[in-house]
C-alpha cells in the first residue's frame, strides 16, 4: 500500500495535468466558439450578455449582491482560502483552526 507521501505526491501531480489539461481544452473551446461567433455574426446579446458600457448594467449594490469577504483561513498545502463564513471545508474539518489563520 503506497504511503501518504506518496498518494499526496501523486494528487499533486495529477492536479498539475488536470490544470495543463484544462487549459489546452480551453483553448481549443475559445477558438471553436470565437470561429462559430464570426461565422453566424452572433452579437453578446444574443448570447444573453449585456453589451459593455451600456445603460441598464447594474452594480453589486444595486443587485443586492454582497462583496466577498477576505480570506480568514489558508490551507498551506494548496492555498485554498475560507473565508470563516457558511459550512467549513473539509481541510479544515477536525483541525485547530488557529494553525490555519491568515496573518491579515
Avoid at 19 to 43: C, N, P, S
Avoid at 87 to 101: C, D, H, I, T, V
Amino acid at each position: 500500500m503506497a504511503s501518504y507521501k506518496q498518494l499526496t505526491a501523486q494528487l499533486e501531480k495529477l492536479h498539475k495535468e488536470v490544470a495543463v489539461a484544462r487549459e489546452k481544452e480551453m483553448a481549443q473551446v475559445v477558438a471553436d466558439i470565437r470561429l462559430l461567433i464570426e461565422e453566424f455574426d452572433i452579437t453578446a446579446e444574443e448570447l444573453g450578455f449585456a453589451a459593455s458600457g451600456t445603460k441598464g448594467t447594474k452594480s453589486a449594490k444595486a443587485k443586492g449582491l454582497k462583496p466577498a469577504l477576505p480570506a480568514r483561513y489558508r490551507n498551506p498545502k494548496t492555498g485554498e482560502t475560507w473565508s470563516g463564513r457558511g459550512r467549513s471545508p473539509g481541510w479544515l474539518a477536525g483541525k485547530n483552526r488557529e494553525r490555519f489563520l491568515t496573518e491579515s
